[in-house]
């Protein structure tokens, strides 16, 4: 069974850092690309980053680009997002998605696999 189980959010100020993780299980995690996705309260879907199978390649959306780093570890098949500089407005619940085909990272109809998320509250 494919398994994505995220943990590292938490109520975190402004301008603080939070480190979110995502454990796979049940598939072969370095055939995959991965991506961070979140959804802010009353907003749709927001792809945040990618990395390529081997973490040699990495991608950012604009809002987030500077502040959030995202890797890779295959050997404990666990994927992370380094969140610094948070602002209230990163505010959301924050998924990983698995993805074994080429296409636009933002295409979210074109992940394999989702985990349930992991809620993240920037606020003072």
């Known amino acids: 069974e494919v398994q994505l189980v995220e943990s590292g959010g938490g109520l975190v100020q402004p301008g603080g850092s939070l480190r979110l993780s995502c454990a796979a299980s049940g598939f072969t995690f370095d055939d995959y690309a991965m991506s961070w996705v979140r959804q802010a309260p009353g907003k749709g879907l927001e792809w945040v980053s990618a990395?390529?199978?081997?973490?040699?390649?990495?991608y950012y959306a604009e809002s987030i680009k500077g502040r959030f780093t995202i890797s890779r570890d295959n050997a404990k098949n666990t994927l992370y997002l380094q969140m610094n500089s948070l602002k209230p407005e990163d505010t959301a619940v924050y998924s990983c998605?698995?993805?074994?085909?080429?296409?636009?990272?933002?295409?979210?109809?074109?992940?394999?696999?989702w985990g349930q998320g992991t809620q993240v509250t920037v606020s003072s």
């Open positions: 990395i390529s199978w081997n973490g040699g390649s990495t």
């Open positions: 998605a698995a993805r074994s085909t080429g296409g636009s990272w933002s295409q979210l109809n074109g992940y394999d696999s």
